[in-house]
């Protein structure tokens, strides 16, 4: 697939250490400064904690991008993993960092959506690629569904959210629809909510009216709401306790150095945020139940990604 070259902003990019762009599928997008004290250790757990290298990525193409300061595609997977068990992508957003313009776009895939799984063969629900062959084999089913490629990828354990959020003292949310769960209350309007909160918030499904749909636009909020505290972190005394969760539940194929390129080049993005729910028909194959999306449906989200920021 072609690539456009675009000049690069001659706008302010201000010191790197003062941002840290932490891009964590479902909530590794924390842009936070962090001080040259702790650059050792930071340094350290990406590259030997985080880091997952992939064969399904161009990191030669994705790094001419960065240079170039273009749009990038990062894959965001949630996975709930079990014991001896590699788990479900039960959360897949394609997330568009459009540094030009300042601003991000999420894009949510319903984890039960059919696709043809790529590297395996068969047809069923796309969730189901990172449990039959990891993170490779689903950054190619999205790559492959949507015509698309994909830049970075980062995969977080679902119970390391609760985690996170506490790491950054919590998020605020704004609620549209009131509902509990997990014995939790949820009040529509703003929430400030803790780990266990926040966890209990975007699992929620079935007595959402909106089923997946409804839980994908919490997911969505909780990773907003994760860069908006991200970006006023008191980071001396915070940034080692979200290192420490980031190394426990993250996987990237992000090195420090990456990171410390988008952190320089692509902060802005945060400014703007525009999201998305693919949609699609219901239907039910060999007792499955499957979302099947149009071509149109297809089509539209492919242009979405590929001219976000044209």
Same mark, same amino acid.
């Given at each position: 697939? @072609? #690539? ?15 941002? =840290?762009?932490?891009?964590?599928? +479902? %909530? =590794? ?29 161009? &990191? !030669?193409?994705?790094?001419?991008? %960065? ?7 990062? +894959? *965001?997977? @949630? ?6 068990? #590699? ?29 043809? $799984? $790529? ?9 189901? !690629? ?14 492959? /569904?949507?015509? $698309?490629?994909?830049?970075?990828? &980062? ?5 390391? =959210?609760?985690?996170? %959020?506490? !790491? ?22 703003? *929430?400030?909510?803790? @780990? ?5 918030? %975007? ?29 006023? +972190? ?21 090195? /420090?150095?990456?990171? #410390?390129?988008?952190? &320089?080049?692509?902060?802005?993005? #945060? ?29 539209? &989200? ?9």
């Amino acid at each position: 697939m @072609g #690539r456009k070259e675009k000049k690069k902003s001659k706008r302010s990019k201000g010191r790197w250490w003062k941002t =840290l762009l932490l891009i964590i599928g +479902l %909530v =590794l997008v924390t842009f936070a400064g962090f001080t040259l004290y702790l650059l050792n250790d930071v340094r350290s757990t990406v590259n030997n904690d985080l880091h997952e290298n992939l064969e399904s990525i161009d &990191t !030669a193409v994705t790094k001419k991008k %960065v240079k170039n300061e273009e749009p990038l595609n990062i +894959l *965001l997977l @949630g996975v709930d993993e079990r014991e001896n068990d #590699r788990g479900r992508s039960d959360t897949m957003i394609v997330l568009t960092l459009d540094p030009e313009n300042e601003k991000m776009q999420m894009v949510s895939i319903p984890r039960d959506t059919e696709a043809e $799984i $790529i590297g395996d063969g068969r047809v069923t629900r796309m969730n189901h !690629a990172y449990a039959y062959g990891g993170s490779n084999m689903v950054v190619n089913t999205v790559e492959n /569904f949507l015509d $698309i490629e994909i830049d970075y990828f &980062t995969r977080v354990n679902m119970k390391g =959210l609760s985690q996170l %959020v506490d !790491a950054v003292n919590g998020i605020i949310v704004q609620n549209t629809r009131s509902f509990q769960y997990d014995g939790y209350q949820f009040p529509k309007g703003q *929430l400030e909510l803790s @780990g266990d909160e926040a966890l209990a918030y %975007v699992r929620m499904r079935k007595e959402d009216p909106q089923g997946d749909m409804g839980r994908n636009d919490r997911q969505r909020q909780v990773i907003q709401g994760v860069i908006n505290r991200g970006g006023s +972190l008191d980071i001396v005394n915070q940034m080692g306790n979200v290192m420490e969760v980031l190394g426990e539940n993250v996987s990237t194929n992000m090195n /420090f150095q990456d990171m #410390r390129k988008l952190a &320089t080049k692509y902060n802005g993005a #945060r400014k703007e945020t525009q999201t998305y729910q693919m949609s699609g028909s219901s239907k039910t194959s060999s007792g499955m139940y499957l979302i099947e999306m149009s071509e149109e449906e297809i089509q539209k &989200t492919h242009n979405m990604i590929e001219n976000f920021g044209s």
